[in-house]
Nanobody, 115 residues
Framework: QVQLVESGGGLVQPGGSLRLSCAASGSIFSISAMGWYRQAPGNQRELVAVITNGGSTNYADSVKGRFTISRDNAKNTVYLQMNSLKPEDTAVYYC?????????WGKGTLVTVSS
């Protein structure tokens, strides 16, 4: 079992920045990749960014050049630095961890981009 706890969401103006954090606990040795998904009202959950144990990253086209995912293995934490935020980035952001074929999810943190 892997437990994930997100933090860092909130209200930010367009063009602003936020950093999300996700701390993993439990069977962390089994995790092969961690990342972030988001779900806006009325939309399906979509990939934002993923990082593997080896440091390879993958981003949604809509966030490339604005968001950066990173990982601190010593702290078992993954971060999502979000810059140049747009109103369309408004969503609940979920932390994700893949471990031995099982997907684990955090409870989500709300990011609202509005003036």
């Amino acid at each position: 079992q892997v437990q994930l706890v997100e933090s860092g969401g909130g209200l930010v103006q367009p063009g602003g920045s936020l950093r999300l954090s996700c701390a993993a606990s439990g069977s962390i040795f089994s995790i092969s990749a961690m990342g972030w998904y988001r779900q806006a009202p009325g939309n399906q959950r979509e990939l934002v960014a993923v990082i593997t144990n080896g440091g390879s990253t993958n981003y949604a086209d809509s966030v490339k050049g604005r968001f950066t995912i990173s990982r601190d293995n010593a702290k078992n934490t993954v971060y999502l630095q979000m810059n140049s935020l747009k109103p369309e980035d408004t969503a609940v952001y979920y932390c994700y961890a893949g471990a031995r074929g099982i997907n684990y999810w955090g409870k989500g943190t709300l990011v609202t981009v509005s003036s």
